[in-house]
């Protein structure tokens, strides 16, 4: 949570950036149980679908409209 706070913090002023904490998931943005090291080979998806729709979200969303 430290690292969520300034994170924030930091970014506070730039309306185009959102800091989201995504329970349940890894540094990697995988499902994951305890988010350690130790589970990254039982791991199989490259991403959580959840965290790729926010990506893809927050990319729309910040794209220039063509």
Request: net charge negative; hydrophobic share 40%; charged share 20%.
């Amino acid at each position: 949570m430290d690292d969520l706070t300034a994170a924030s913090k930091a970014l506070k002023n730039n309306a185009n950036t959102a800091v989201i904490l995504l329970p349940g998931k890894s540094h990697l943005m995988q499902d994951a149980t305890t988010g350690g090291p130790n589970e990254y080979n039982d791991i199989e998806e490259m991403m959580s679908p959840a965290a790729l729709g926010m990506i893809v979200d927050w990319t729309t969303r910040f794209s220039p409209q063509r």
